[in-house]
DNA sequence: ATGTGC
């Protein structure tokens, strides 16, 4: 069962090669430490790496981030990008969750300010934002029409409909709006699913976290950033619920059919795919935007009732709080971009499933506020730890056609961490360290327990020494609402 | 991740 007929070689401290043979069409890279590596070698993800490298119109290398872990068909820390001619694209190197990804928001208050008023906050959070699986609203259930405008128009509908300010979308990766979303090829289920859960978190390892800046690595980039030692920060991380989920699940039956019209040769079945310029490529790129257009709207609802929760819990107005967006990133969804291969311009299909894009300073694409910097990254570690902000870096943009790491990645099977906190109260345990918590569901919270995951420090410290991410802060939990 | 199996 655990036989390996693969050959790793050891770059260098951080990186490892995985060497083409078979019908590999590329290398498989992967960053870890020596002692990662090991972990990572427990289940089957490097195997998922190697199956990626056999795919047609693969480029570069199949990349793995060290929070690499088992997932659907692809590796999640994974990074693929295919030619736009010869290439192909596939849900599974998305993922179910289209578009989970983590923004970050930064307030006008500092660590005093709020200590004693934290489970005001936390439980004001945690009224108005709907937690746990099938959370919906009832507050604002839309009708199939105008739940397909925020499929074509993402945060830009939200913002539109008194949902935050023009301001909070020029922070958006893509301006929280990915071009080429296509109502009519999301399903009529995926829509129905769609229409009473737009500003709910979900469940899982989906969180509103409240947290401080602990500590700065760079102080420039922290403050063009607009980050401060001790300044409240928060991190929201969840992405298109069960629309993104039944547009996923509808294309991979696509999916299967079209490998088998294309005569694509997949080494499993989960790597389900289709040429990016076919009819069924062309069809799961504009559902996928949709879902990732909801996801997008998703957050900055989400941010709306943030904003309100803690002008209510403080008594405070919007000029005192002054909670306004660092930046919201993707780390589930398959983008068009341009990258060098073999030093000529090219255009690409890069699917980053459990990885973050981390473009440098002056790319088009990091948005005017932060083009000196680089594009900001959150890695949101476990509930008790700590969390990260980063900035993308030229090495990122050469090396993972400009993605890194998108979090602490797991150690332990969510089963594996039942049985562990059997017996024990989470909530109590981390409140025991000065950290309060509201979750919809006792399980989801032994599932999603500390020790379940890898030291996000360690992930973190990879993607520094590697250079394809630079460390510009870390950010200590307060308080957090959980599914 | 997911109206946590069709």
Same mark, same amino acid.
């Given at each position: ?21 078979? /019908?590999?069409?590329?290398?498989? *890279? ?43 068909? @692809? ?96 922070? *958006? ?55 401060? /030692? ?30 088998? /019209? ?33 996801? @997008? ?12 929760? @803690? ?41 980053? /499933? ?23 990254? @959150? ?88 250079? *394809? ?15």
């Amino acid at each position: 069962m655990n036989e390996r007929n693969y050959k790793i070689q050891k770059i260098d401290d951080y990186r490892w090669r995985i060497l083409r043979e078979g /019908k590999m069409h590329v290398d498989g *890279i992967v960053y870890a430490d020596e002692s990662m590596m090991k972990e990572i070698q427990k289940d089957e993800s490097l195997q998922q790496v190697i199956n990626v490298a056999c795919l047609p119109g693969i480029v570069g290398h199949s990349l793995g981030m060290p929070d690499i872990h088992w997932g659907y068909g @692809f590796p999640i820390g994974g990074v693929a990008a295919f030619d736009m001619e010869d290439g192909v694209v596939s849900p599974g190197g998305v993922g179910y969750d289209i578009n989970c990804g983590v923004r970050l928001l930064k307030t006008g208050l500092c660590r005093v300010e709020i200590s004693g008023k934290l489970e005001s906050i936390v439980d004001s959070l945690f009224v108005n934002i709907p937690s746990g699986v099938g959370s919906h609203r009832k507050d604002l259930k839309l009708s199939q029409h105008e739940v397909k405008n925020v499929l074509k128009n993402g945060a830009q509908w939200a913002v539109s409909h008194g949902y935050g300010s023009k301001e909070d979308l020029e922070h *958006i990766e893509e301006k929280g709006c990915i071009f080429g979303a296509d109502p009519e090829l999301v399903s009529t289920r995926a829509i129905e699913r769609g229409l009473a859960q737009l500003g709910t978190l979900g469940s899982g390892n989906h969180f509103v976290e409240v947290g401080y800046v602990s500590e700065i690595f760079d102080e420039k980039i922290a403050r063009t950033l607009g980050l401060e /030692k001790d300044g409240i920060t928060i991190m929201i991380h969840t992405g298109s619920r069960g629309l993104g989920y039944q547009v996923c699940d509808d294309f991979i039956k696509v999916m299967i059919r079209a490998s088998g /019209k294309y005569n694509i040769e997949l080494p499993d079945r989960q790597l389900c795919c289709a040429p990016i310029n076919s009819p069924e490529g062309r069809d799961y790129f504009a559902a996928m935007a949709c879902a990732a257009n909801y996801a @997008f709207a998703n957050r900055q609802m989400i941010t709306h009732w943030v904003r309100e929760s @803690f002008e209510r819990a403080l008594h405070v107005s919007p000029k005192e709080s002054r909670i306004s967006l660092v930046y919201d990133a993707c780390h589930n969804i398959a983008k068009f971009e341009d990258h060098l291969v073999n030093g000529q311009k090219k255009r690409l299909c890069v699917h980053r /499933k459990g990885a973050t894009r981390a473009f440098p300073p002056n790319h088009p694409d990091t948005p005017a506020a932060y083009k000196a910097v680089g594009q900001p990254v @959150f890695i949101p570690g476990d509930m008790g730890r700590c969390s990260y902000v980063l900035v993308g870096t030229e090495k990122a943009y050469s090396d993972t056609f400009g993605s890194t790491c998108h979090g602490a990645g797991r150690v332990m099977s969510r089963n594996q961490a039942t049985k562990v906190a059997k017996g024990r109260s989470i909530a109590q345990e981390l409140k025991e360290k000065g950290i309060l918590v509201r979750a919809d569901s006792r399980a989801t919270l032994e599932e999603e327990l500390s020790d379940a995951y890898k030291d996000v420090t360690k992930v973190v410290d990879v993607v520094q020494h590697a250079g *394809i991410s630079k460390k510009v802060a870390q950010l200590k939990p307060l308080c957090v609402i959980k599914g």
